[in-house]
């Protein structure tokens, strides 16, 4: 099983900031990306960035200069910060978990697959 937690989602004025973590628990063996993307009523889930295990970056070319993803030292962890936010960031954002694989300790689990968190609703206000 592998569960993806997010946090720290929420109301903001245009300007402000706000920083998104994603945790991912379970038997992972490794993740080769995680990252974030929104989603708007009506439309289809849009990138907004990634990051990749050894620490390279993509990003919406919408957000750049403005946002920041990195991943902690053990990689199950990653964070966007979001500064300098315009109200068209509003929507939920979707942490995602790329590439994973999984193992129980002794055995290695066919793979790899991708897994989603559950959405965190961000809204920015003009």
Excluded at 74 to 95: F, I, W
Aim: glycine content about 16%; hydrophobic content about 30%; overall charge positive.
């Amino acid at each position: 099983q592998v569960h993806l937690a997010e946090s720290g989602g929420g109301l903001v004025q245009a300007g402000g900031s706000l920083r998104l973590s994603c945790v991912v628990s379970g038997d992972v063996f490794t993740i080769k990306h995680m990252g974030w993307y929104r989603q708007v009523p009506g439309q289809q889930r849009q990138l907004v960035a990634t990051i990749g295990e050894g620490g390279g970056t993509e990003y919406a070319d919408s957000v750049k200069g403005r946002f920041t993803i990195y991943r902690l030292d053990n990689s199950l962890t990653a964070h966007l910060q979001m500064d300098r936010l315009k109200p068209e960031a509003t929507g939920v954002y979707y942490c995602a978990a790329k590439g994973v694989y999984r193992t129980d300790g002794s055995y290695y689990y066919p793979g790899p697959k991708n897994y989603w968190g559950q959405g965190t609703q961000d809204t920015v206000s003009a």
